[in-house]
């Protein structure tokens, strides 16, 4: 079946690290995703892995995928008052139809 | 600057009333889509077409209705049978395997 699970929200300190977590049930995923959506705006593509990597890094951000447990996180280093929106993640299984998780809701506060 | 499109940016229906959100790409993509977001929820898929004439239902196509008589046109009308059809509508088109480019959404609100 095609699930994706996110936790809803997160609240970091300026400075710190955020880790988004996810979990996908769809092992033939091919591609994953992570988006962010912020205030009344559309979803801006921010990073995808490969199914068959463990590690993606593209500056501040680090994506990990770990395909025994279905699990990927998004860390993003030194967290800005500015990465503060919803970031979804997303996959497309064999259905070829990006599904997406619920969002989890960054906040930074100072 | 390619990208894709959509107008209005805020739309409101009356009861009983039909409206039809605009989504036009110009990154000559095959594939578009249209996306339900209700607040604090995912993203539920209504409608997607991976080619010009042909289109097919999502998982809530119940109340929408959609055409693409052109490769860079994918409109969605919101029928009066949509009981509930304040949200936030996202349409997005695709090119091979690197994630879906969306655009900025229309925010519809029942009055």
């Known amino acids: 079946g095609e699930d994706v699970e996110q936790s809803l929200f997160l609240s970091v300190r300026e400075g710190d690290s955020s880790v988004i977590n996810c979990t996908y049930t769809d092992s033939s995923s091919t591609y994953l995703y992570w988006y962010k959506q912020e205030p009344g705006a559309g979803l801006q593509l921010l990073t995808y892995i490969f199914s068959n990597m463990d590690m993606k890094q593209d500056q501040r951000l680090t994506v990990l995928l770990n395909k025994k447990d279905k699990h990927l996180s998004l860390r993003i280093a030194d967290t800005q008052t500015g990465d503060s929106a919803i970031y979804f993640c997303?996959?497309?299984?064999?259905?070829?139809?990006?599904?997406f998780g619920t969002g989890t809701r960054l906040q930074v506060f100072p | 600057d390619g990208g894709i499109t959509q107008s209005p940016k805020y739309l409101f229906r009356k009861e009983g009333q039909n409206v039809t959100l605009s989504c036009e790409q110009n990154l000559n993509h095959d594939a578009m889509y249209w996306y339900r977001q209700d607040p604090g929820q995912g993203l539920r898929l209504i409608y997607y077409?991976?080619?010009?004439?042909?289109?097919q239902k999502g998982d809530i196509a119940e109340g929408y209705s959609v055409s693409r008589e052109k490769k860079e046109s994918f409109p969605l009308t919101v029928t009066s049978a949509q009981k509930n059809p304040t949200a936030f509508y996202l349409c997005a088109s695709k090119q091979g395997n690197y994630g879906y480019t969306f655009g900025s959404g229309t925010r519809l609100t029942v009055v």
């Open positions: 997303a996959e497309i299984p064999r259905t070829d139809k990006l599904i």
């Open positions: 077409s991976q080619i010009v004439n042909d289109f």
